[in-house]
């Protein structure tokens, strides 16, 4: 078993840390905040992420897993060390590496000889090559290991994960390499192992393919319901191809979160610093800006002018099974909402604080009473499940957007609802 240390606290290193020690090795994770060590050796976990609370827990009654303030610990006596710092958008949409950066100046003196640095922040094409020199350290190994962890399953995925890919760097990459995937030994996992310029680029490719998936179904829902077909119908019909599949196939408000944003905007900026033009990367990213546009032009179209009219939103955070509300499309809508003058209620079952102009309620029932519209931002189940004619009777006028396909149309029609959905012609 290795002796870990893995650099940051965030969703991707905590969950870093308590996976490597679930799967038996001797975990060091640090961060920078001295609240959130203190709280998470208590294992407490602040964010919402099914089954971490329980693996910290594990992890530190099993004293495999430590939290420590500062560095110093995580970098020196141990044989990897995670980098898992944030990697912001900065000036002019390349990844900001500042914090890459800081960690790799203080590893130089203290890692010990024989310690492999794993990049697994995302990072941009190169980054782990340049690292390396700016590291120069030949006793030390320097690979990028990226990972691929979904909000709300990242425990799932990090234990059994579709692939692992590790790309090494600079001439003692290679055996630091197959020694990285040494330890996801356990998981089952197929590995790639690669350069890591290649590596680096996996996650992007993948993140930025998704993206464009979902630019390009949440165009066709558009055409969809222009010449009155049916966008659930389509996408069944293409997911049968398996050259296509079934994921990523459902149009929404526009994809959010802490990854795609961040990442297609980093992945173009690299194109164009290697002098590539990639047209395609550019309209995925110009399809989403104008996603939220469209569904307030949904909304202006069934329930009139907006000013001064009492909108319900049900879903807040950028996807169902998270609290995330970073670059959430529903917050995006709602801005542009307020800014016609509308009075914005929301509920969401993870949220429990006001959020912008919109005013947090406790529950669905309350953000449809006297609403002149509801409106589905965020695909939580529940929301599927809501006794609509009690709903019908609450809201000043029965209209309702839904942005996620999700509501079951004849429910909602039958409760006497007039509603729009992306990508089909309006029910009743
Ligand atoms: C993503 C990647 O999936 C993960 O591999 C990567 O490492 C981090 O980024 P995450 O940000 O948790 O994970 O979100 P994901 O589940 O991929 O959803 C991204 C966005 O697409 C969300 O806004 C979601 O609502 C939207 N989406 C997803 C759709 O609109 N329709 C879909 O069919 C699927």
Redesign the pocket.
Known sequence: MARIGVVGAGYVGLTTAACFARLGHEVVCADVEPAKVAALSRAEVGAHEPGLPELVGEGVRGKRLRFVLGNDEALSGVDFVFVCVPTPTGADGAADLVAVHAVLREARDAVRPGCVVVLKSTVPPGTAERVAGVLGREDVGVVSNP??????HAVD?FLRPQRVVVGAAGPSGEEAARRVVGLYEGTGAPAVITGSTSAELV?YA??CF?AMK?SY?NSLAELCERVGADISDVTEGMSLDDRIGA??????P???????PK?TRALLSAAEDARVDFPLLRATIGTNGHQARRVVDLVRSAVGPLRGARLGLLGLT??AG?DDLRDS?ALAVAALLAEEGARLVGYDPCVGRDCGPVRVLASAEEVARDADGLLVLT?WPEFAELDWPALAGAVRRRVIVDTRTLLPVDKVVEAGFHLVTLGRRAAA
């Open positions: 990972e691929f962890l979904r909000e709300g995925d996650k993948s993140n998704l979902l179904v994921a990523f196939l459902e149009p929404g526009g994809w959010g979160g802490s990854c795609f990442d950028f996807k998270t499309p695909e």
